[in-house]
């Protein structure tokens, strides 16, 4: 793969410029429909490669990445933008519909996961439907006068979620979900240049997305994502791409433009209850010994605290909404723990080893968790009595994982001393 690589990109840099694009339909190398097509850089015939050799080995971290680095090179590889950009849409979408196709075979496969979130990076990345600047305020088209906003192809065609997010608010560089191409790789093989020396002045741009057109592209993912984990409770690489996707949501989510608009710390406590009553809550019940639920419960939990941020009372709304979020996963939970003990353990009660079968290890873990968090969150409001109460019960937990799981005795000894630090 390395040396199709290097054998291709050194076939490009040497071709004459007429060899490689083209915009003439006189020229060779234009399709019918006039659009410009590389004739060295076949996408299609990269593209029916690495899908013929993925059917054979649907893990092969080569064949995948080789085809990320075509159609990152294919989006480099023409001057001809408006006709490019459809063309380039085109093929990714059908690149999402490869994505379902392997995940039918194998919905744990995070290859195909890791390539899904690439191609929306890419897709992010690929230009706005006009060649018209994006509103600062609502997103929307702005048909003015003024310069199209643009952006550096090496910066976009990353595969990185966080270029094109933030091309709404700047200020903002974190990055969500990760560059799959380097920058460094780019500019070294001149991806981001027509030129062969890879000179600035020819680096090409892109108009960014509207605001409506990423929220689009984003909740057509989440829905994605909803329908996977629905299927299979277990899918972990789903419960992950969902984790990512989870910030982005909340940006929409808390971006309304009026003064009545709920904060975005309520907004996040809101997201974060839709996970538990939608995904989590059904999932619980349904596998409750399986610890890829209880991860993301985890998340869910430090997520939505994360975001609970009460300053002098101005989001006490906010603390109530979190409190209570808490305090329902405290009672489904311990329905869940009654449930259970019921059916496993009408014999001996304290042959509770969980090699034996003893289930609601992860139940016990998870009850731990939401009590310590209710402690931590109310520690200056709960009087004396209900601190008491608390406690006991996260210790009660933590005693009882120590008789199902002693392997791990130290480690719950340690969570039981800071209940009362």
Sequence with gaps: WNIRREMLVYLIQTAPPSAINTTDDDQEGVDNDGSAKSSILDIEVELKLTAHCLQRNPKSYSAWFHRKWALVYFMNGSTSQQEHWTNMKSILQSELELCVQFLQLDERNFHCWNFRRFVVGLLGSSGGSDVTTTSENDGEVNNDDDEPTTTSAVDNFSGSWSAWMHQIEEEDKEVWMGPQISQNACRAVGMSTG??????????STTPLSKRELEKIIMNEWDFSTAKIQDNFSNGSAFHYRSKLLPLVLEFRSSGDSASSPSEAYEAISLARDEWDVILLDAIFTEPDDQTIWFYHRFIVTWARRNTVVVDGADAEVAEEFEGLLYDMVDSIQELIDVEKEDSFEGNTQDRHE??????????????????????????????????E????????????????????????????????
């Design 390 to 421: 608390l406690r006991e019960r996260a210790k009660e937990c933590l005693d009882e994982l120590m008789r199902i799981d002693p392997d791990r005795r130290e480690r719950y000894q340690i969570l039981e001393s800071k209940l009362y630090r």
């Design 355 to 388: 090699s034996k079968g003893a289930k609601c290890k992860w139940a016990y873990l998870g009850m731990h968790l939401v009590l310590s968090t209710l402690l931590e969150f109310k520690s200056n409001e709960l009087d004396d009595e209900d601190k008491i």
């Design 195 to 204: 030129s062969k020396d890879g000179s600035s002045d020819a680096i090409k």
